[in-house]
C-alpha cells in the first residue's frame, strides 16, 4: 500500500482550521490508519490510531476520520505548539508498515 | 514512565557495519513487539524491522532485507539492529519504537555512511 499525503505544505494562521488528507493505493485493511505529528529536533507522536481513535493525552481539537482509502486528519482550531509535520501511516496486521510523505503545516 | 533510548550510531564507510542499541524501560518489555524507523529529511519516515516480543517474528522492509538483522534480549530489557554491507542510502536518524501502532519512541541515533 502506497499512503500520498496532501497538500505538502499547508499555511495557516493561529485558531484556523486545518484538514490533511492521506490516500491509500488500496484499501486499508480493519482502517488501520495512524497519524503521527513530528515537531523539529523530536520523535514523532502518535495522535491518532485506527482512523479515529484519539491516542492518551491528545487534545480533542484533533480528529481522524475516513475509511478505506481515504483518511483526514482536522485540527479544528491550530495553537502555536501544532505548528509540525504530520504523516499517516498503514499499519495492517502484517508488515511493511508504510509511512506517508508527510504534511507540513506552516505559519502563515 | 516509557523510556527508549538508542545508542551505536556513528559516522562509517560504505560497506562498513554497525550495530545499533536500544535500552527499554518503564514497561513490561517483554509484551510486546519492537521495531527499528528510520528518517531523513528527503524520504521521511521509514519502516526498517519489528520483532515479536518472543522474537520468533521478524520481519524486514525490502530495502534492508539481507542485510540488516534485528534481535533482542528480554533478560537485558534491550532491542538490537545488526546493520551490514551499509550504503549511503542508509545514512538517516533511526528510532527504536514500541508495539502497533507506533505509540512510543526513543529519541533516535543518527547513522552516517560516507567515505
Known amino acids: 500500500i502506497v499512503l500520498t499525503q496532501s497538500p505538502g505544505t499547508l499555511s495557516l494562521s493561529p485558531g484556523e482550521r486545518a484538514t490533511l488528507s492521506c490516500r491509500a493505493s488500496?484499501?486499508?485493511?480493519?482502517?488501520?490508519l495512524a497519524w503521527y505529528q513530528q515537531k523539529p529536533g523530536q520523535p514523532p507522536r502518535l495522535l491518532i490510531y485506527?482512523?479515529?481513535h484519539r491516542a492518551t493525552g491528545i487534545p480533542d481539537r484533533f480528529s481522524g476520520g475516513g475509511s478505506k482509502t481515504d483518511f483526514t486528519l482536522t485540527i479544528t482550531r491550530l495553537e502555536p505548539e501544532d505548528f509540525a509535520v504530520y504523516y499517516c501511516q498503514q499499519y495492517d496486521t502484517s508488515p511493511p508498515y508504510p509511512f506517508g510523505g508527510g504534511t507540513k503545516v506552516e505559519i502563515k | 514512565e516509557v523510556q527508549l533510548v538508542e545508542t551505536g550510531g556513528v559516522v562509517v564507510q560504505p560497506g562498513g557495519s554497525l550495530r545499533l542499541s536500544c535500552a527499554a524501560s518503564?514497561?513490561?518489555?517483554?509484551?510486546?513487539?519492537m521495531h527499528w524507523v528510520r528518517h531523513t529529511p528527503g524520504k521521511g519516515l521509514e519502516w526498517v524491522s519489528l520483532i515479536s516480543w518472543d522474537g520468533n517474528r521478524r520481519n524486514y522492509a525490502d530495502s534492508v532485507k539481507g542485510r540488516f538483522t534485528i534481535s533482542r534480549d528480554n533478560t537485558r530489557n534491550s532491542l538490537y539492529l545488526q546493520m551490514n554491507s551499509l550504503t549511503t542510502e542508509d545514512s538517516a536518524l533511526y528510532y527504536c519504537?514500541?508495539?502497533?501502532?507506533?505509540?512510543?519512541w526513543g529519541q533516535g541515533t543518527l547513522v552516517t555512511v560516507s567515505s
Open positions: 519504537v514500541k508495539d502497533t501502532p507506533f505509540d512510543d
Open positions: 485506527a482512523a479515529r
Open positions: 488500496q484499501s486499508v485493511p480493519s482502517n488501520y
Open positions: 518503564g514497561f513490561a518489555f517483554d509484551d510486546y513487539t
